[in-house]
């Protein structure tokens, strides 16, 4: 069984559990892992470090998880990786990482021990673990991206080559006669081959029979099985599997060896968490930490909104939309997102969000963190994408598409100004497309030039919204997911500004005659 990327959604564990348990009913011996990322992305984790998930991971009885980029977040703040030192000592399971060095780290060493070991210790670090599944030993090693040092806060945490620190597992699990070996991945399915990901892994190193991954938030309804080598020859088997986010799904695989350790059958399956029942011992752990995550809910960010910021739908053509056109909450929301990337890249020109990703509106008076969370409810991160102009060109296209009917995936932006004519038939409405340069002009973008822009991952990694290009440019290495929550981006922009309300600025202008 497998999860990934849960991102501290833990309202969701017990359900988790429940399914869990069935999947134990039928097969008692069935391991547990967890692919990394268990930080970041809601208030338990904002709150409550870690504590609130690992709680409830302890009472589901894990035998093994890896780190994902997210479990450094907090390497810059005063505290370091305290919280995450706590969160490995605290745990019932131990954790396993091949390719990360934590030895400069002043909460971190300690916990690691270089070796491969068959009697791991709860609350330890080791490059890789032994386990006996149904009488067989089966070897257990982690990787984390590399990409961390720039999406993430290590500090004094360092990262190795994947691809040695995998050979180099495989070939100490087979000195001590080992010859079955899962990669706990979080590198990504298919994420930015210039770092590292689970394909390139699969084709590189030979001797490695399944990768359970994480970090891509990849839904892979069926496992995925590489039989080639990186020079397309023949190679065993490596089964991928990956049970895309937000503890959605709880993944199983089943796996039949040869008696060389040759995977010669699998079979695997994502269960739907949302249609279990809660288990009630879960629940009553959750409760503990909820009351409090509600009372957070309520507190007031403390900034007014002077009027009502709306997100209008339309029930006719002629109505305004959020989904059709410029609006303030989605200029605040932009203007965020450019604002936050920027810290990271300083090349960022321009910042957009599909509006179908604004869920509400935020009522005039005093605004609730509560508040800030309903605008923006599905846990998104932010990203940064380099584009050409005529990418650029054809994504503004799909945002005018549908006018004058609505059009989940319409962008809002920050730093530019858009002209189209909806006059003109679909596909050949953007007039003009300028950013403002750093001495407040405004720049045409050229189509064969190059731009760095900031969104959400739902639209650049998964290319949501019909945003097939955007999949691609992912699919070419040319998306860093920063991963940094959009709400709490809503909320610092919110807090940034003198007054709130509800004027727009002329950003996005239809000039029909």
Do not use: C
Not at 31 to 38: K, M, N, Q, R, T
Not at 126 to 147: C, M, N, R
Not at 424 to 451: H, L
Request: charged residues 25%.
């Amino acid at each position: 069984m497998h999860v990934n990327d849960t991102h501290a959604n833990t309202q969701k564990a017990p359900q988790r559990l429940t399914a869990i348990k069935e999947v134990r009913a039928e097969k008692p011996s069935a391991l547990l892992i967890d692919a990394g990322d268990v930080f970041s992305g809601t208030l338990y984790f904002n709150e409550f470090k870690g504590q609130a998930d690992l709680a409830l991971m302890n009472l589901m009885n894990y035998d093994v998880m890896t780190f994902g980029n997210h479990e450094f977040d907090l390497g810059s703040s005063p505290e370091g990786h305290k919280a995450l030192s706590e969160f490995i000592q605290k745990s019932n399971f131990p954790f396993v990482s091949s390719n990360v060095d934590f030895s400069k780290d002043v909460n971190l060493k300690g916990l690691f021990n270089v070796n491969a070991s068959s009697d791991p210790k709860d609350g330890q670090i080791y490059s890789g673990i032994i386990k006996e599944v149904d009488g067989q030993k089966v070897g257990l090693f982690g990787l984390t991206t590399a990409e961390t040092a720039d999406i993430s806060s290590p500090k004094d945490v360092t990262f190795t080559d994947y691809i040695k620190a995998a050979q180099k597992m495989v070939d100490e699990f087979e000195k001590q006669g080992v010859n079955k070996v899962v990669a706990v991945s979080h590198i990504g399915y298919d994420d930015n081959a210039e770092f590292d990901n689970d394909l390139l892994l699969a084709a590189a190193v030979n001797g490695i029979d399944v990768i359970v991954g994480g970090h891509s938030h990849t839904q892979l309804d069926k496992p995925v099985v590489v039989d080639k080598d990186k020079n397309g020859l023949a190679k065993d088997p490596t089964v991928i599997v990956q049970a895309y986010q937000y503890s959605d799904f709880l993944g199983t695989l089943d796996v039949d060896f040869d008696k060389d350790g040759k995977v010669v059958g699998h079979k695997g399956a994502l269960i739907p968490t949302k249609d279990k029942k809660e288990d009630p011992e879960a629940a009553a752990v959750l409760k503990t930490y909820t009351e409090k995550i509600k009372e957070i809910e309520g507190q007031e960010i403390g900034v007014v909104a002077e009027t009502e910021l709306t997100n209008p739908r339309a029930t006719t053509d002629e109505d305004k939309s959020v989904r059709k056109n410029e609006t303030a909450l989605g200029n605040i929301i932009t203007d965020g997102m450019l604002a936050k990337a920027k810290t990271y890249n300083d090349k960022v020109v321009m910042a957009f969000q599909n509006g179908g990703g604004i869920r509400a509106e935020i009522k005039a008076g005093p605004i609730t963190v509560g508040d800030v969370i309903t605008v923006l409810p599905f846990g998104n991160t932010l990203a940064t994408m380099e584009l050409t102009g005529k990418e650029l060109k054809e994504a503004f296209e799909l945002s005018f598409k549908s006018y004058p009917k609505e059009n989940g995936g319409f962008l809002h932006v920050a730093g530019a100004k858009v002209e189209f004519d909806s006059s003109k038939p679909a596909g050949q409405r953007v007039v003009s497309i300028k950013y403002k340069a750093a001495d407040g002009s405004y720049v045409d973008i050229k189509e064969n030039e190059k731009y760095v822009v900031a969104t959400n991952a739902f639209t650049a990694v998964q290319g949501g919204d019909g945003y097939d290009l955007f999949r691609k440019a992912y699919e070419e290495g040319r998306v860093t997911d920063l991963g940094l929550s959009d709400w709490e981006n809503l909320q610092e922009q919110l807090q940034s500004l003198k007054t709130v309300n509800n004027e727009t600025e002329g950003r996005i202008v239809d000039v029909k005659k």
